[in-house]
């Protein structure tokens, strides 16, 4: 079969730099691995890097069954302003020269990444048109988060303003042969904003990434990574935090902890690792601190020997629904390396922590950040059962291949179906 892939703000084969591999790639070497044949349709704006891969049209052969088709548009400096609305509307509007130009035949299906809206909606309008079968994959809640930093009062004049957006991703969604989210309580979320009919075809499908096989030279090189930014691997009385720094983590407890363990001469060392729009904020917030390290970003054999003598990982989203309402990433990668959770965040992440027994749940006050910190420093034991209990709940509900296959079988699945309708 012949798979267009269509998902922006990704890293891609093509990038240099060992990129991690998110839904784009993962989701189209299983298909390939698969003997399908994919084509990814992806933006010339490396979102990450915020750099561009081409300034033109680009057709790029990854291998005899992997193509990478870049689509021009114009880029932006920040995830969040005008820039990369009009960025988005301008790769819908070459999307459709590109289509328009070339006699490009219909795939046997199209998985469509959703957001960004418009050229989700103009790709699943263009498919319809022409029979071809669907499976739009819902990452965020655009727009209803568009509304977010509003005051309540305001927010019905900005949807207003904003409607064109909701219309679209309204219209998107209903359209889509199949809907496929994060987690349940981000399908739960589809389904209430835009109306669409609920039925079992459409799918939770994690976010999860093929875990990276290190040498021993690899880990050697994490190790000594460690002693040089003054982390003593004799020990594993720490806690860790690896993402980007943005405005939706609330890293106040996490300092207030901090300061009362320094002050009360409590070993324990927080390494606090990555960097982003928030990068001064923190480190401001975390100044005169000495037992908080803040190494900037780490690749993913650091991350493992890190992890490895650390006693937790902490995941301090604010408590918006865009988070509540899902499992993000980082959750999957702390089951994945065996950490404990400690976090704030209500929802999902809440409610797998109480039913799998894999973190502690904190109300966001330094008192109870602090006293779930110290609880996993004075119970070794407790942070052993947790951190198995995390690495076998990876292996049954996240395992990349695993997962992937499943992916796999619902694209083959929803073909067979489209052709015998």
């Known amino acids: 079969m012949k798979i267009w892939v269509v998902q922006t703000g990704e890293p891609l084969h093509i990038d240099g730099g060992n990129p991690r591999p998110m839904r784009a790639m993962n989701l189209s070497d299983r298909l390939v691995e698969r003997g399908h044949e994919v084509v990814i349709w992806s933006s010339s704006f490396y979102h990450q890097e915020k750099i561009h891969r081409s300034k033109e049209f680009k057709e790029i052969s990854v291998s005899d069954r992997l193509t990478v088709k870049l689509i021009p548009s114009r880029g ?59 499976i739009l994959d819902i990452k965020d809640q655009w727009p209803s988060l568009f509304l977010e930093p509003f005051p309540n009062k305001l927010k019905p004049f900005v949807q207003f303003c904003l409607s064109p957006y909701f219309f679209l991703a309204r219209s998107a969604m209903k359209r889509a042969t199949v809907v496929t989210t994060m987690s349940k309580g981000y399908l739960d979320w589809m389904y209430r904003f835009s109306d669409r009919k609920r039925t079992n075809i459409d799918q939770v499908i994690p976010l999860t990434g093929p875990r990276r ?107 918006i629904e865009n988070f509540t309402a899902n499992l993000p990433n980082k959750v999957i990668d702390s089951l994945g390396l065996g950490l404990p959770i400690i976090t704030q965040l209500e929802g999902e992440l809440k409610k797998l922590i109480e039913q799998e027994n894999v973190g502690l749940f904190s109300d966001g006050s330094e008192i109870d950040m602090y006293s779930n910190l110290i609880e996993l420093l004075e119970d070794r034991k407790k942070v052993t059962e947790i951190s198995e209990r995390c690495l076998s709940l990876y292996e049954r509900d996240f395992e990349h291949q695993t997962v992937y296959d499943r992916f796999v079988d619902l694209i083959e699945k929803t073909v067979s179906d489209s052709d015998s309708a």
């Open 76 to 134: 932006y400096s920040r995830n969040i302003g005008l820039g990369r609305l009009i960025d988005h509307a301008q790769l819908a509007f070459n999307m459709n020269r590109i289509l328009g130009d070339t006699s490009e035949s219909k795939p046997d299906l199209a998985f469509i990444g959703f957001p960004p809206i418009e050229l989700a909606s103009y790709m699943l309008s263009w498919l319809t048109k022409r029979g071809c079968p669907t």
């Open 213 to 319: 096989e290190h040498s021993v030279t690899q880990i050697n090189e994490g190790r000594e990574w460690l002693r040089s930014i003054g982390v003593d691997a004799s020990h594993d009385r720490r806690f860790v935090f690896i993402g980007s720094f943005m405005s939706v983590f609330d890293f106040t407890p996490v300092r207030d902890a901090a300061k009362k363990m320094l002050e009360s001469d409590i070993d324990c060392q927080f390494v606090i690792c990555g960097d982003g729009g928030s990068s001064n904020e923190l480190h401001e917030l975390m100044s005169g601190l000495d037992n908080v390290l803040l190494p900037g970003w780490i690749d993913s054999s650091q991350m493992v020997a890190l992890a490895q003598v650390s006693r937790g990982a902490i995941i301090p989203y604010k408590n």
